[in-house]
């Protein structure tokens, strides 16, 4: 008995000893198996696998994540939609040589799908991340992989993982971000190549929402992909696309070794990212994303149309087309796209010639032809057989050009660059060839010119006249509308029309003649600042295209009217929904957390995206308009600024904005700057979070105001008991919702020097990486007696010092 004993504690002992070892190994073996708590780590210490938890999550899941990153970031799952509630999951070998998982009834959750069976199978993770299963006889050759988990990506391409198809074995390399941060299940956002092979079409990489096209790379064209020329050789990664008759796929390699980088697929911000780990920040820092403005959205500007998002409107028709719908273009619905001035001659092919058009983003691929042998003759030739050809370019343009590929019907999401992009040649009937040049215009009779000479002179006169009417409208710069429409529109501004009134006059919602509904800010004729402001706004959003920014229609100025129109927006504005109680409860934390992204992005763009650099100087809950999905629109730029390319900051004498939402340096010394903005929105995220006012929340907390109540729950570990009442009563991400008050904290700090850009803001919203701590806020305490009225409208001089600011020292 004592022998039996003895002999059952040494193999307790070799059991544990042996789980000890494995749990330090980079594979497992058939007759091992991986448990709830053990992982294996690869052998250079790059990756690590096992059970994890997400977000807010309680189920376990089968992971694959950066070993060396502090915060856990996950880039592989097996078991995406099979969650393992508890911690009884066993990954084990089976008796057929594949990976299984096995939950607390041995019931198989997840298993590899080899079809040969390996002699002696192991499992391995590699240093690249990739988990291989392959038979230990045979070596490790990537080609005697029996299966790898490279081939199903999930959320995240790591180097040297492929996105595209195998056309030999059916694999294809897709990816598809999480439902959300607490489910790693594949939601609606996906990303590879489609190509077909039976067809030969041109190799497009587009991102679906669904099955629908979200936005594209375009094509490889030899040397980067036409939708992205700012892709070029750089000192971060190297890249490769591969198109043959066995597969066709993207991959990239890391230059450096020693730097961290990945591109992620985002549900949430409906992004993908390229991400680099910055160590000393240990945070995840956004390299490129996609799309990048209004113009990566998928045909944006409708069929044969040209996007510019540097123009204003965006949208142009390309030359030998026109607006299908003219009213609808007029009022910058593109949607209908554009239609040929003249048709093109199928009985009489020869009739028809090319224009050539530069510097494009070559259209959508779904209806095209490939062949990479032909030469640029031989390919106009073969879209000139086909009456249904309607353009043609090199499919490859590296060198002199080589290879062909034409397009059939349609061309849809076209681009121009300022610098890159590639040739196209379309298709045009003789008509319009024909306008290519003005070789007979010394033929032009005398008489005619003196008639034309008189016309022009008479035209003179006529603007000489209402110059002053006509420069209101040229200076503007977007379309102009009549008094009448507008008027007939909003039903004589009737009251029962009126959405709302800002510190400049009420808004009023209208319906035009074709149905589009639209939002009418009338001018207060009594306003003194009214004209500026509006010209300002015009001018400022004309030139600004983006998803998260309201969008101008046109404008009217008529006598004393002077009007705005825009885009209406069902929904309200922000405040109408998170400051009400009932309201409040029909933002759910995912709707709340997708507007405070999407007013971060908006206002990133503002700061740095955009061709001019814009500070609002107005933001706040009123300003932040919702569409039909909720998603947050920044409006109101009457009060906004520009600057320079190397300016930072402008000092003012007259401080103009919303007390409650303006940072201390401005509100006290006229100073303002992109900081300026993040304080703000900083309060909006505190506002969104907690469901209260920030101006006006003093009255209940005896002078404490929301930022520093916030800032004193922070302090105590208590940040759970700003959060609106609505949210903590319902399921949501509780980790998600104190980093965001975390991050509002760090834009309300005192100093603009602390508070962090908001393309850091945006990357801090988008990861789990760890935060910094906050500094004491701007304003702590407030005296009551400081507020007037709220509206924007209303001046200070920074002279005066009408605000009460009480720092907190950290101790």
């Known amino acids: ?155 995240t391409l790591l180097p040297d993982m492929k996105v595209g198809l195998d056309f030999r074995t059916g694999v294809k390399w897709r990816l598809s971000a999480w439902k959300n941060w607490d489910d790693p299940c594949p939601g609606d ?41 700012e892709i070029k050789s750089n000192p971060l990664y190297g890249f490769e696309f591969v198109f043959n008759n066995d597969e066709v796929y993207y991959i990239y390699n890391l230059k450096n070794k020693s730097v961290i980088s990945r591109t992620v697929m985002n549900q949430t911000t409906s992004l993908h990212q390229r991400l680099i780990w910055i160590e000393a920040d240990k945070t995840w820092r956004t ?57 093109l001659s199928c009985k009489d092919k020869s009739t028809d010639g090319f224009i050539k058009f530069s510097g494009l983003k ?73 306008k290519t040049n003005n070789k007979n215009t010394a033929a032009i009779p005398v008489a005619v010119i003196g008639g034309v000479l008189g016309l022009l002179l008479l035209v003179y006169f006529i603007c000489r006249r209402y110059s002053k009417e006509i420069k209101q409208e040229e200076d503007l710069e977007v379309p102009v509308f009549n008094l009448s429409t507008i008027t007939t529109a909003t039903q004589n501004f009737s009251p029962y029309n009126k959405l709302g009134e800002g510190g400049f006059g009420p808004v009023y919602r209208g319906m035009l003649e074709d149905g589009k509904e639209i ?17 300002n706004e015009v001018r400022l959003i004309a030139k600004l295209q983006h998803r998260n920014l309201v969008k101008l229609l046109g404008c009217c100025i008529h006598g004393e009217e002077k009007l705005l129109i825009y885009e209406y927006m069902p929904n309200k504005s922000l405040d109408y929904f998170i400051f009400d109680p009932k309201q409040g409860k029909l933002l759910d934390w995912s709707i709340r957390f997708q507007i405070i992204c999407g007013i971060a992005r908006g206002i990133q763009y503002l700061h740095q995206d955009s061709r001019l650099r814009v500070i609002h100087r107005d933001l706040k809950a009123s300003n932040i308009l919702l569409d039909n999905e909720m998603n947050p629109k920044i409006s109101d730029f009457g009060l906004a600024r520009t600057f320079g390319g190397d300016q930072t900051e402008e000092r003012t004498k007259r401080v103009i904005g919303t007390y409650g939402y303006m940072a201390p340096e401005y509100a006290i010394h006229g100073m303002f700057s992109t900081k300026s903005d993040v304080f703000s929105f900083g309060t909006l995220i505190l506002e969104i979070v907690s469901g209260k006012k920030s101006r006006g929340f003093h009255y209940e907390n005896h002078g404490l105001t929301l930022i520093g109540h916030a800032w004193t729950l922070h302090k105590e570990g208590g940040s759970f008991g700003l959060i609106d009442k609505h949210l903590r009563e319902s399921h949501h991400n509780l980790k998600q919702v104190l980093r965001s008050i975390h991050v509002g904290l760090l834009c309300v700090q005192q100093y603009p020097i602390d508070r962090p850009c908001m393309s850091s803001v945006v990357v801090m919203l988008g990861s789990e990486s760890e935060l910094p701590p906050p500094k004491p806020p701007g304003y702590f305490t407030e005296t009551a007696s400081i507020y007037g009225d709220n509206s924007s409208t209303q001046h200070k001089s920074c002279s005066t010092n009408d605000m009460s600011i009480t720092l907190l020292e950290a101790r």
């Open 1 to 155: 008995m004592e022998k039996f004993t003895f002999m059952l504690a040494l193999v307790v002992v070799f059991l544990s000893l042996f789980q000890t070892v494995f749990s330090a190994n980079d594979s497992i073996r058939s007759f091992q198996s991986l448990g709830d708590g053990a992982t294996l780590i690869s052998k250079g210490g790059s990756f690590e696998l096992g059970f994890f938890t997400p977000g807010n999550s309680n189920r376990r899941y089968v992971g694959i994540w950066y070993k060396n990153i502090a915060v856990q970031t996950v880039v592989w799952v097996a078991n995406r939609c099979n969650p393992i509630n508890g911690s009884s999951g066993l990954l084990t070998i089976n008796s057929t040589g594949n990976l299984v998982l096995l939950d607390h009834n041995k019931s198989v959750v997840w298993s590899t799908s080899s079809s040969k069976q390996a002699k002696k199978p192991i499992v391995q993770l590699l240093d690249s991340g990739n988990l291989v299963l392959r038979d230990e006889d045979e070596g490790n050759s990537e080609t005697n992989f029996l299966w790898q988990s490279f081939d199903y990506p999930s959320d």
């Open 189 to 229: 956002f996906t990303c590879g190549i489609e190509f077909n092979p039976q067809l030969h079409t041109y190799p497009d990489m587009p991102m679906l929402k669904g099955t629908t096209k979200f936005t594209r790379t375009g094509p490889w064209n030899g040397l980067r992909f036409s939708g992205s020329p």
């Open 287 to 343: 390299y490129s994303s996609l799309p990048r403005d209004e113009c990566d959205k998928f045909s944006a500007c409708g069929a044969n149309a040209n996007c510019m998002i540097n123009d204003n409107p965006m949208c142009r028709c390309l030359r030998g087309f026109k607006p299908k719908s003219q009213e609808k273009w007029n009022s910058m619905d593109w949607s209908d796209g554009c239609v040929r001035n003249s048709p």
């Open 362 to 434: 070559v259209p959508d691929t779904a209806h095209t032809w490939v062949n990479k042998s032909m030469n640029l003759k031989e390919c106009r030739a073969k879209c000139l057989s086909n009456c249904s050809c309607t353009a043609y370019t090199n499919s490859d343009i590296s060198g002199k050009g080589s290879g062909c590929v034409v397009w059939y019907g349609d061309l849809i999401d076209i681009t121009q660059f300022a610098i890159g992009g590639q040739d196209l040649f379309i298709r045009m009937p003789r008509s319009e060839l024909g």
């Open 519 to 535: 939002a009418v800010k009338r001018l207060s004729i009594s306003s003194g600042q009214g004209v500026n402001e509006l010209k």
